[in-house]
């Protein structure tokens, strides 16, 4: 998890693990709770907030986010992310500030054009009142000095589709119509407002009631913890904790690009442009803003993880399967399982998953489990080209001419955006995207757990070890035809259908 507070990651890793601790020991009850709000925040002086009763509040409402509620109790929010308004309230109120450069000079043109008297002339200097600002900018645009700064909000910032905004009292609103749970906005934030729920408790659960509890890795995972963790350290560490086993999401990425590569194929035959289906930010940024693209242009095939929940699923009927990666978009496609039904019921981030090994004295460690499902084209889907680059070798595999074929690689909210308005204006010259709300794509998700250059100096190393399998003759040692690799619910249903009648 980067981010340059350290107190704040500290906060949330130590509420994590120490509820995770609770949950292990079967002591989750609201006594224990209290006592660790009171351990975190013992008083009399504020650690955190303005005041201890602050501090004790914003430790509250995270102990709820991990067991998987909303931090306020009478919410309805299906949102994973959540907006905790202790931590809110301490961000400064208004967008528009005046500086030192004010001259308050005699034409007061900021005064003037201002419509709702939030312009006042001090004693030194112009002053804006907050709570009658309607952010409009007019008075900056006025001021001859350029006195009047924009200071935009980091969250807001952050934000690639404009779904944050504030109530009358400066608290920030998440509009979920618009919010496609890409998580930048929580490490954005220097109070950590913006946070995530968590699902320890419940996988904690599922272990200790002895169900068949699998580990999900994504393709992203190697390199995040140096060089010397390798997907064997990984799936070790994960059976320590309980886990009955740990299967690397890469090999799920081969069985996207496999059916991708076919639809793809199609559509490039009906001279049909059409979009990835693997990110998850990127799907809800087509289902929320691009609706009609999404029907018409969105692969039909389900992401890397679903695709492995559905393969463990079919193989363990009533079987738990837990994601592990950087992305907090993950636990939304985890949740829609209207949409994509058996996809995994749990997602943790690195950030997660290292208090969840805290909490019960797990240490990741290098090992001599030379273990690879993965072609390395799947492992590569974590990087921006990765999926395609995966498809196009696919293709090949089964002898197709790919010459010609023109990619767009996007990596990055805005890159997305302004592919997709191509795309809807029917101006775009390529004839598939590669979306990615991530710059540098998975790799460079908002959770992952070093710096992006640190990742993939180890990334190389581990990479670099890799058999040189292929992607099709790899999904052979795989009983492909016992689960369906479809998004839409119809086409999965039609599968399903199809699969009982040949039995």
């Known amino acids: 998890m980067i981010t340059n507070d350290k107190s704040l990651v500290s906060l949330k890793h130590k509420i994590m693990e120490e509820v995770a601790r609770l949950a292990w020991k079967d002591e989750l009850d609201e006594d224990h709770k209290q006592q660790l709000v009171l351990d975190v925040c013992p008083g009399p002086l504020a650690s955190y907030r303005c005041c201890v009763y602050k501090d004790r509040e914003l430790v509250k409402q995270r102990i709820r986010l991990a067991e998987g509620k909303n931090p306020n109790p009478s919410s309805t929010s299906k949102n994973q992310i959540q907006?905790?308004?202790?931590?809110?309230?301490?961000?400064?109120?208004?967008?528009y500030t005046v500086t030192d450069n004010c001259r308050k000079c005699m034409g007061q043109a900021c005064q003037s054009a201002c419509k709702f008297g939030a312009v006042s002339i001090g004693t030194h200097r112009s002053h804006i009142d907050p709570t009658k600002c309607k952010e409009c900018g007019q008075c900056a645009k006025a001021c001859p000095f350029n006195a009047i700064v924009h200071l935009e909000r980091p969250c807001r910032r952050a934000c690639p589709v404009g779904a944050i905004t504030y109530d009358e009292y400066g608290i920030c609103v998440i509009d979920e119509e618009k919010c496609i749970e890409c998580g930048h906005c929580i490490h954005a934030c220097p109070f950590g407002a913006p946070a995530s729920k968590t699902y320890l408790t419940q996988i904690i659960k599922a272990i200790k009631e002895g169900k068949k509890v699998f580990a999900m890795c994504a393709p992203a995972t190697e390199g995040q913890f140096g060089e010397e963790?390798?997907?064997?350290?990984?799936?070790?560490?994960?059976?320590?904790?309980?886990?009955?086993?740990?299967?690397?999401?890469?090999?799920?990425?081969?069985?996207?690009?496999?059916?991708?590569?076919?639809?793809?194929s199609e559509a490039?035959?009906?001279?049909?442009?059409?979009?990835?289906s693997c990110c998850p930010a990127f799907i809800n940024m087509l289902r929320?803003?691009?609706?009609?693209?999404y029907r018409d242009n969105m692969s039909t095939v389900v992401s890397p993880m679903c695709a492995i929940s559905r393969y463990?699923?079919?193989?363990n009927p009533d079987c738990v399967t837990v994601f592990i990666g950087?992305?907090?978009?993950?636990?939304?496609?985890?949740?829609?399982?209207?949409?994509?039904?058996?996809?995994?019921?749990?997602?943790?981030?690195?950030?997660?998953?290292?208090?969840?090994?805290?909490?019960?004295?797990v240490e990741l460690k290098p090992c001599d489990d030379p273990y690879q499902e993965s072609s390395i084209f799947g492992k590569r889907f974590a990087t921006s080209g990765g999926v395609a680059n995966a498809v196009i070798e696919c293709m090949q595999e089964r002898g197709e001419d790919t010459d010609g074929i023109k990619l767009k690689k996007c990596a990055g909210g805005d890159e997305c955006k302004k592919a997709l308005l191509l795309l809807k204006a029917g101006k775009l010259p390529e004839d598939f995207i590669e979306g990615m709300v991530c710059e540098g794509g998975c790799v460079g998700g908002p959770s992952k757990h070093r710096t992006e250059m640190e990742i993939?100096?180890?990334?190389?190393?581990?990479?670099?070890?890799?058999?040189?399998?292929?992607?099709?003759?790899?999904?052979?040692?795989y009983p492909m035809d016992k689960f369906s690799m479809f998004r839409d619910d119809i086409i999965h249903k039609t599968w399903i259908e199809g699969k009982e009648d040949k039995e």
């Open 83 to 95: 907006i905790l308004s202790p931590a809110c309230e301490e961000c400064p109120i208004s967008s």
């Open 229 to 264: 963790i390798t997907m064997g350290s990984l799936r070790q560490a994960c059976k320590e904790l309980g886990f009955t086993d740990m299967v690397e999401v890469g090999l799920g990425g081969d069985m996207t690009a496999a059916y991708e590569s076919e639809e793809w």
């Open 326 to 361: 950087p992305c907090i978009a993950k636990k939304s496609e985890a949740a829609d399982k209207e949409n994509t039904p058996e996809n995994a019921d749990y997602v943790m981030t690195y950030g997660e998953f290292r208090a969840l090994l805290r909490s019960k004295g």
């Open 268 to 276: 490039r035959a009906e001279g049909k442009k059409m979009t990835t």
């Open 312 to 315: 463990l699923k079919a193989m």
């Open 456 to 477: 993939m100096k180890a990334r190389k190393q581990l990479l670099d070890s890799a058999d040189d399998r292929k992607v099709l003759e790899n999904l052979k040692n």
């Open 288 to 293: 929320k803003h691009f609706p009609d693209q």
